[in-house]
């Protein structure tokens, strides 16, 4: 059993409190899980914020500078969870002093940037992975299954979507994910690799595609120190801010398998709180999946005989192990948490093990090759295509 040390870096925002406690609570459900993840180091360049972590992590050391903790001798994996536009920076610093790195999606704001990643990450043969966890909802290794068992045939159509109404509101205020200097791929890099993620693990790498990104609000107020899901009194005195990347987007892509895409998300989808959704269509049946049944499957075979064929519903449960590790009978609902669990556990293991999982950093490289297309196709105004490499 080996210690993985881990630093975790912007420890006290949303996904680095996320992170954080996955660490600390994993084995309770998995073991060991091959190694035992010991938090080491605590970023975060907020003075107030730091010293609140040091009580929720005793024993930790806490930095303001992240290159501290990069650098720190004792630390195994650096974990990062930092506004889009430090990702590629503070990944790359960690992947060449020698650690394993952990970073939340987008990888990087450019394929070019997570090309680079990858391959420093090869030549070094450090593990890599990159915080696409919605996939690791167990229900999704049931939906993987049934498709590379044959079950429905070969892959035709994809639909998915994702969606949410945190700037659905015009008087929404203002935060970092609408700057395009700190978030240069708006929805696209935040909401979009979500659904490109599943695209990735179900279908397979995208060929080309055509997107339409759009800002649904061109301006919005100001109010200092909001995240994602705060609201704010407004006085109607605060200045404005413009909006600098894409509130939404709708594409089509074609598959290298030659199955076609369908995809749309956004965050101004007004009472949409947080809607998810795919389809996978093949010649022999189809699934089909929605986040308000968070571990249900729907699936259709053309195997049933005339007369009784139709959508059949199925729930995953304690046959699955990362869902037995939470929960003794099926549909109960495993969580956001859960699945954040889930992808901890399995990245000190594959640090542990020195077993890469998936999503690495070259999966992360594929999507944001997605990204950039969805960004350029959406300037020129046509179809992209997507290298193979």
């Given at each position: 059993m080996k210690d993985v040390n881990v630093a975790v870096i912007g420890a006290s925002g949303w996904m680095g409190k996320v992170h954080t406690m996955a660490f600390l609570t994993f084995p309770h459900f998995f073991g060991d899980a091959g190694g035992v993840?010991?938090?080491?180091?605590?970023?975060?360049?907020?003075?107030?914020?730091?010293?609140?972590?040091?009580r929720k992590v005793p024993g930790a050391q806490v930095f303001q500078d992240w290159r501290q903790a990069v650098n720190h001798p004792e630390v195994d994996l650096v974990d990062i969870c930092l506004p889009d536009d430090l990702h590629y920076e503070v990944a790359k610093a960690a992947l060449l002093a020698g650690k394993h790195v952990f970073c939340e999606k987008p990888l990087a704001n450019t394929a070019a940037e997570a090309r680079e990643l990858a391959d420093i990450a090869r030549e070094k043969r450090l593990i890599t992975r990159v915080g696409h966890a919605?996939?690791?909802?167990?229900?999704?290794?049931?939906?993987?299954e049934i498709i590379d068992a044959g079950e429905i045939g070969e892959i035709k159509m994809f639909k998915g979507c994702q969606h949410i109404d945190v700037f659905g509101d015009p008087a929404a205020p203002f935060m970092w994910r609408a700057d395009g200097t700190l978030a240069p791929t708006?929805?696209?890099?935040?909401?979009?690799?979500?659904?490109?993620?599943?695209?990735?693990?179900?279908?397979?790498?995208?060929?080309s595609l055509v997107a339409d990104n759009f800002v649904a609000t061109p301006r919005r107020p100001i109010f200092a120190g909001l995240g994602i899901g705060e609201g704010a009194e407004l006085t109607g005195d605060e200045a404005m801010a413009e909006v600098t990347n894409p509130d939404g987007t709708n594409l089509l892509c074609r598959f290298e398998n030659g199955a076609r895409g369908i995809?749309?998300?956004?965050?101004?989808?007004?009472?949409?709180?947080?809607?998810?959704?795919?389809?996978?269509?093949?010649t022999k049946g189809s699934i089909a999946y929605d986040w308000d049944e968070v571990n249900r499957l729907r699936f259709y075979t053309n195997d049933d005989r005339a007369g009784r064929r139709g959508f059949r519903e199925i729930d995953v449960g304690p046959e699955n192990p990362n869902y037995r590790a939470f929960l003794p009978l099926p549909n109960f609902s495993l969580g956001y948490n859960e699945m954040k669990i889930i992808e901890i556990a399995e990245v000190v293991r594959s640090v542990a093990t020195n077993t890469p999982m998936w999503p690495t950093f070259e999966t992360g490289h594929h999507i944001c090759q997605i990204v950039d297309a969805c960004m350029e196709s959406s300037r020129l105004g046509r179809w992209v295509d997507i290298p193979s490499v």
């Open positions: 993840a010991r938090v080491v180091a605590l970023v975060d360049r907020n003075p107030q914020a730091a010293e609140g972590l040091l919605f996939p690791r909802n167990p229900i999704h290794d049931r939906a993987k708006g929805i696209v890099g935040d909401t979009g690799t979500h659904v490109f993620s599943f695209m990735e693990f179900l279908v397979g790498r995208v060929s995809v749309d998300f956004s965050r101004v989808a007004t009472g949409r709180k947080f809607r998810q959704t795919y389809e996978v269509y093949g």
